[in-house]
């Protein structure tokens, strides 16, 4: 139950869900063209993994404190509420396949995209392995693939760190009834 689980641990569940969600939001808006500025590449993936780093590294640590096997995580998983454990497995979900579908699309095979600065889009296409040039809406695509990728990563750690609180809040639980 998680009204009998320690508040901390919702808190630092709360800390990587939430975040990990608005991510996968964000992801999937780079689907419609021009509505995510391509600005945010690099730029706010990086900001968002050096965030997430510390609340994956603290719930991994609060599970190893735990001193957990396989099989206890399981029986904590299955001790968690069905709206939770439904809710922790679609966000799961749709957080690796939001990372899995930088590759679909017709422009799958263009990565690294670059601006000259003299008007020119250049992309790194991979199975002629050399940067070719390439248009404005191409460049475009290719800039949402790239940063669909990165944040779907980064949406998939934050949401197994928020899963890895919550179950080790679960397992502290289950020990102190």
Known sequence: MLTRMK???????GFGLVPGGALILFAALTWIPGLVPP???PGVPLAALLLAFPVLVTAVARLLLARVSKATLWDAFRCLPGGVQL??????????????STNAGPYGHLQGPEEDGHGRYLAFDTPVRETVEV????YL???????RMSLG?????????GAAALLAGEVR???RA
């Open 135 to 138: 248009s404005r809406e191409v």
């Open 87 to 100: 809710g922790l497995g679609g966000v799961l979900v749709a957080a690796l396949t939001t990372t899995a």
């Open 39 to 41: 600005e945010w590449s």
């Open 7 to 13: 508040r901390s641990y919702l808190i630092h569940a």
């Open 173 to 175: 639980r289950a020990d």
């Open 153 to 161: 990563i980064v949406a998939t750690m934050l949401v197994a760190a």
């Open 141 to 147: 695509a290719v800039v949402g693939a790239d940063l």
